[in-house]
């Protein structure tokens, strides 16, 4: 859009010529001199251009500007909110799920990181979904199979998500967790560890039954988590697994224990 050469008026210094305009500034010759305003903020309030059409794409542009500031406050008052709310939220201390996956699943699970509670197996709900009334968004997936052949004690862990920053397990009918989008590993095979061994004392002597998942403490997840960071095979996923474990410490309101071993700086 060419401005220079355009008749304008000013709510106060009347009518007037745009003589330049360097994309950020606008210059005007009024009958009592130059003046220099700032492009397009002006037009909001003291500047109105004599043709139409140029006025139209101005008031656009303006517009845009407000509509993108209205969604940057939006979202401030979001990330607010949510930060808010995840520093008082109230925690239980077994709010993390442990699940079950067929190995027919487990691509299914990984490819569209997402679990299912499965359904109530007695009483007035029968057959509908399993609601995760203890799960919040400070709360882990922790994902497990058992080899075909296997015993339950050689149940092993194949990956872990974080839930989404804002799930409400109360919410969630459908019985479906989606991952977080950034707290997230699955496990090389060769790096899965035994599950039960962080559970209890005798592995041999446990029996999982025929629910989709299980309620397991914050503190027990904590220790899972800081294990599984070692089993990762490059850079990459280690940085990755040490987010994650610092993401659940911080959610869970544990010590990290990455931090309290962390070498103290040198001196000068």
Same mark, same amino acid.
């Given at each position: ?16 010529? $745009? ?5 950020? $500034? ?15 903020? &002006? ?21 845009? !500007? ?11 008052? @979001? ?11 109230? %925690? ?5 799920? $442990? ?5 027919? &699943? ?21 057959? @509908?979904?399993?609601?995760?009334? !203890? ?20 149940? !092993? ?32 095979? @060769? ?7 962080? $559970? ?31 089993? &990762? %095979? ?35």
């Amino acid at each position: 859009m060419q401005l220079i050469g355009q008749s304008i008026k000013h709510v106060t210094f009347g009518k007037g010529v $745009v003589t330049d305009w360097n994309g950020n $500034v606008i210059t005007v010759c009024f009958s009592a001199g130059e003046k220099k305003f700032i492009y397009p903020d &002006a037009f909001s309030n003291f500047l109105i251009l004599k043709n139409a059409d140029a006025q139209k794409k101005v008031q656009h542009l303006l517009d845009v !500007r407000e509509e993108k500031r209205e969604t940057e406050l939006k979202e401030l008052q @979001e990330q607010q909110e949510k930060k808010h709310m995840l520093e008082n939220l109230k %925690l239980s201390p077994q709010s993390q799920a $442990v699940f079950h996956i067929d190995a027919e &699943a487990h691509e299914a699970v990984f490819s569209s990181w997402t679990v299912s509670t499965g359904c109530y197996l007695s009483g007035y709900s029968k057959g @509908e979904p399993r609601i995760p009334e !203890r799960l919040q968004p400070n709360s882990m997936c922790l994902l497990t199979e058992r080899p075909k052949g296997c015993s339950e004690a050689e149940r !092993r862990i194949v990956g872990a998500f974080m839930v989404e920053d804002d799930f409400i397990g109360t919410c969630c009918t459908d019985g479906t967790i989606q991952a977080h989008p950034a707290h997230r590993i699955q496990l090389p095979p @060769e790096r899965q560890p035994l599950f039960w061994p962080h $559970v209890v004392k005798e592995p041999e002597k446990q029996r999982w039954g025929k629910t989709a998942f299980k309620y397991m403490s914050n503190r027990t997840g904590e220790k899972i988590l800081f294990d599984c960071k070692g089993n &990762a %095979l490059t850079a990459d996923e280690k940085s990755r697994a040490e987010r994650f474990y610092r993401y659940y410490c911080k959610l869970n309101r544990l010590p990290s224990r990455i931090d309290l071993e962390a070498p103290l700086p040198a001196n000068g």
